[in-house]
């Protein structure tokens, strides 16, 4: 009997807990209104363009930049260069390494909402010795972070 008391009001403090209160209107006449909240997030959208060559000549840096940036304020997009250095090779097989940094933070470029130009400036570290034009391939990563 005991064992069944305790059964009981188990059951009954289980179905308690469980009731959801839910905040609705009820409404019983014809032709009744009620206003409704309703939500939706837009997600953010961007485009940063990542052009097919980058001249790594220009002393002044390069500043990428995008033709769309639909952002919340609290997000920022941020394009990273690969961390090891980007290997190079001329046009007689000599080869070179060029090292991608930004003096703003580790990103090469850092779009804020609105903004169509980066605000930091990617410069280069080249490394090789024989003359030539040298050519290679870094893969940049493009992330939406948060800025807090």
């Given at each position: ?46 485009c940063v363009n990542i052009p097919e060559s980058i001249n790594l000549n220009n002393l002044d840096g390069y500043r990428f930049t995008a033709s769309m940036m639909n952002i919340t304020e609290s997000e920022k997009v941020c394009i990273y ?68």
């Amino acid at each position: 009997m005991k064992k069944r008391l305790i059964g009981m009001m188990m059951a009954f403090s289980l179905l308690a807990g469980s009731a959801i209160s839910v905040s609705a209107a009820e409404l019983t006449q014809d032709g009744a209104t009620a206003d409704v909240q309703v939500e939706y997030d837009n997600p953010s959208t961007f485009c940063v363009n990542i052009p097919e060559s980058i001249n790594l000549n220009n002393l002044d840096g390069y500043r990428f930049t995008a033709s769309m940036m639909n952002i919340t304020e609290s997000e920022k997009v941020c394009i990273y260069a690969p961390e090891e250095a980007v290997q190079m090779t001329n046009e007689m097989g000599a080869v070179g390494t060029a090292h991608l940094y930004s003096n703003d933070s580790n990103a090469v470029a850092t779009f804020m909402s609105g903004q169509v130009e980066s605000s930091n400036v990617m410069y280069n570290m080249f490394d090789g010795l024989s003359a030539g034009h040298y050519t290679g391939t870094a893969t940049f990563t493009i992330r939406l972070e948060s800025t807090k």
